[in-house]
Nanobody, 115 residues
Framework: LQLVESGGGLVQPGGSLRLSCATS????????TGWHRQAPGKEREAVAC????????NYADSVRGRFTMSRDTAKNVVYLQMNNLRPEDTAVYYC?????????WGQGTQVTVSS
């Protein structure tokens, strides 16, 4: 299973970005999907996740109310809409698919929030 991320970049504080993670060869209903991030000198942390059924979505306290995770099962793509970005959101963001078939990670996309 290959995961291909896109959408990172440089944005000013208060701005928005949308990350995408596309896959082929499987369907989203087989996996719980999530976004994680890792800032320089810090451990990787979970940001948001959607259950395999799609009925449950959870967020880290630090992003709740600003980030929205969604998925398109027809396209096999998951998204992370990030609004009101802060400098502390700067990190490499990774998508993750976790299921009976295995534990898969994307290559990461850099998000930098700076004026």
């Amino acid at each position: 299973l290959q995961l291909v991320e896109s959408g990172g970049g440089l944005v000013q504080p208060g701005g928005s970005l949308r990350l995408s993670c596309a896959t082929s060869g499987s369907t989203l209903e087989e996996y719980a999907t999530g976004w994680h991030r890792q800032a320089p000198g810090k451990e990787r942390e979970a940001v948001a996740c959607i259950s395999s059924s799609g009925r449950s979505t959870n967020y880290a306290d630090s992003v709740r109310g600003r980030f929205t995770m969604s998925r398109d099962t027809a396209k096999n793509v998951v998204y992370l809409q990030m609004n009101n970005l802060r400098p502390e959101d700067t990190a490499v963001y990774y998508c993750r698919f976790l299921g009976i078939g295995g534990d898969y990670w994307g290559q990461g996309t850099q998000v930098t929030v700076s004026s």
